[in-house]
């Protein structure tokens, strides 16, 4: 089935979550969640679904980032007030090479994230890491609670690839997180993230090889 | 033959890793598939390092009480409750009742025991690339078993709707 063609808007230039500007000219391919941006423009209270849809994602981006479940929390309901009140300025922005799981709603929910965690970070002064630590060590234990050996095992991995991640440069790690937790293309990180595709490329080849030297597994010169 | 610049080899590098990364995180077909179609392109450092983040970066989940408390503030801002956005805000939202998921009472709730004595195929070595584990309030779950789906219906079932709540506003 053929899809809408609109009218091409720009890429997400400035952090300001309604500071997109659209300019004339070519097509793009249509935002998966149009209906429910639309619905919620006609009537907030329709908020709902897009908040339903996204709240694992953010609060888990946020518990990354922060390692602190109450500070993630914070954050998260800061990010999505802010998204609510800011959604009468929100403009559709795609690709058609974005690919038709591409939504410019989360692009833009996932910058206003990103501002408001660089925001919280810089306001705090240490990272309990191992908050997340435990809450990720906990939920494994639970979970494989009938193979001692395996579960300590998962746990240990868990726990070593998290040190690892934590201790990365803060643009390769919130490279990984969106593409791993959040598990989002390469071009939305870029639009994220205010990169270029091949740059989030390679900066997500290079942490690869950080992460591997971290865990004891020097790269391979090939 | 002439030497490949080495930015273009990075540059190379890095979007045959991408493609592996979409392969290995889009999760289709069995376990190991991913590897094995780029067996030969992936410098396997990479792809073991890229193994290991799939398993453990699990998506971690809020408790049921904080996303139920944020979505009745959002739900009376959206009416246009404009207190409700100043912080610190006191903003109502019906009650939790026993048995409901994040009380913590073992016992309390037999969907909160299920999450809890999850199976381990939902996170073990033999999970499906499909299967991403997914932390809730403590217990990890899958998509594929939706045990979240079920929780959230029966939570649902005996919990008024947003519409209910700004109701009794």
Same mark, same amino acid.
């Given at each position: 089935m053929p899809r809408p063609v609109f009218g091409r808007l720009t890429r997400p230039t400035g952090d300001s979550p309604?500071?997109?500007?659209?300019?004339?000219?070519?097509?793009?391919?249509?935002?998966?969640?149009?209906?429910?941006?639309?619905?919620?423009?006609?009537?907030?209270?329709?908020?709902?679904?897009?908040?339903?849809?996204?709240?694992a994602q953010v609060y888990a981006f946020a518990l990354y980032e922060l390692a602190d479940h109450h500070a993630a929390e914070d954050v998260t309901e800061r990010i999505f007030t802010r998204a609510l009140?800011?959604?009468?300025?929100?403009?559709?922005?795609?690709?058609?090479?974005?690919?038709?799981?591409?939504?410019?709603?989360?692009?833009?929910?996932?910058?206003?994230?990103?501002?408001?965690?660089?925001?919280?970070?810089r306001a705090r002064r240490r990272r309990p890491v191992t908050?997340?630590?435990?809450?990720?060590?906990?939920?494994?234990?639970?979970?494989?609670?009938?193979?001692?050996?395996?579960?300590?095992?998962?746990?240990?991995?868990?726990?070593?690839?998290?040190?690892?991640?934590?201790?990365?440069?803060?643009?390769?790690?919130?490279?990984?997180?969106?593409?791993?937790?959040?598990?989002?293309?390469?071009?939305?990180?870029?639009?994220?993230?205010?990169?270029?595709?091949?740059a989030v490329r390679v900066l997500i080849h290079r942490a690869l090889g950080d992460i591997?030297?971290?865990?004891?597994?020097?790269?391979?010169r090939r | 033959m002439p030497a490949i610049p080495h930015d273009s080899r990075?540059?190379?590098? =890095?979007?045959?890793? &991408?493609?592996?990364?979409?392969?290995?995180?889009?999760?289709?077909?069995?376990?190991? =598939?991913?590897?094995? &179609?780029?067996?030969n392109t992936v410098d396997p450092i990479i792809r073991e390092a890229a193994d290991v983040l799939r398993r453990s970066l699990v998506r971690v989940h809020p408790s049921f009480h904080f996303e139920e408390r944020l979505a009745a503030r959002l739900s009376a801002m959206a009416s246009g409750h404009a207190d409700a956005s100043r912080p610190g805000a006191v903003v109502p939202f019906h009650p939790l009742r026993r048995g409901s998921l994040d009380d913590g009472n073992p016992g309390a709730s037999p969907i909160a025991d299920a999450l809890a004595a999850a199976p381990r195929e939902m996170t073990g070595a033999r999970r499906s690339p499909a299967v991403r584990p997914l932390l809730i309030g403590g217990?990890?779950?899958?998509?594929?078993?939706?045990?979240?789906?079920?929780?959230?219906?029966?939570?649902?079932a005996v919990r008024p709707t947003l519409a209910e709540l700004e109701g009794m506003l």
């Open positions: 309604g500071g997109q500007r659209p300019t004339p000219g070519g097509v793009v391919a249509l935002d998966r969640d149009r209906p429910l941006v639309e619905a919620a423009r006609r009537d907030p209270a329709r908020f709902e679904a897009l908040y339903r849809k996204y709240v009140v800011a959604l009468p300025r929100f403009r559709e922005l795609a690709d058609p090479e974005d690919g038709p799981q591409a939504s410019t709603f989360r692009v833009w929910l996932f910058r206003i994230a990103r501002n408001v965690i660089a925001n919280e970070r908050s997340l630590d435990a809450a990720l060590g906990a939920g494994l234990t639970i979970a494989d609670s009938t193979d001692v050996e395996a579960a300590a095992v998962i746990r240990e991995e868990a726990a070593a690839a998290v040190r690892a991640l934590q201790d990365l440069p803060d643009d390769r790690r919130r490279a990984l997180e969106l593409r791993f937790v959040d598990e989002m293309s390469t071009s939305e990180i870029a639009a994220v993230l205010d990169r270029s595709e091949g591997a030297r971290a865990l004891g597994r020097p790269r391979s | 990075v540059d190379v590098e =890095a979007l045959i890793v &991408d493609r592996y990364l979409d392969a290995l995180l889009a999760g289709a077909g069995e376990p190991g =598939a991913a590897s094995r &179609d780029h067996n217990a990890i779950t899958s998509a594929a078993l939706s045990l979240a789906g079920v929780a959230w219906v029966a939570r649902r």
